[in-house]
Nanobody, 128 residues
Framework: VQLQASGGGSVQPGGSLRLSCVAS????????VAWFRQAPGKEREGASS????????????IYADAVKDRFTIYREDATNTVYLQMNRLKPEDTAVYYC??????????????????WGQGTLVTVSS
């Protein structure tokens, strides 16, 4: 059972990146998936989450205020992947991004203890 996060890199302000979170050993569509991020010198925080397709929330997406209207989270079930499309990136988006999966839709979406599996981080750097 593994989650693999990738897609980070360096980009100028206003640019775009797409992060990927691929699961192996389980069906990601049955899990709620979240992207957390940790900026240098700061605590890890939630950025975006998508509920499972089988739960009562019907796959609803949630976004932190800091990324709303710029980031989009979505699933690609055929490849067992959840993506985070990040547009209009800002220097303050610089962070290590982690994906996490929860077998049950978490009542408190940003509480890290509710997530069962974590991927390794992928670094996003936004700088001119």
């Amino acid at each position: 059972v593994q989650l693999q996060a990738s897609g980070g890199g360096s980009v100028q302000p206003g640019g775009s990146l797409r992060l990927s979170c691929v699961a192996s050993g389980f069906t990601l569509g049955d899990y709620a998936v979240a992207w957390f991020r940790q900026a240098p010198g700061k605590e890890r925080e939630g950025a975006s989450s998508i509920y499972s397709v089988h739960g009562g929330t019907n796959g609803r997406a949630i976004y932190a205020d800091a990324v709303k209207d710029r980031f989009t989270i979505y699933r690609e079930d055929a490849t067992n992947t959840v993506y985070l499309q990040m547009n209009r990136l800002k220097p303050e988006d610089t962070a290590v991004y982690y994906c996490a999966a929860a077998q049950r839709d978490p009542p408190l979406v940003w509480r890290e203890s509710q997530y069962d599996y974590w991927g390794q981080g992928t670094l996003v750097t936004v700088s001119s």
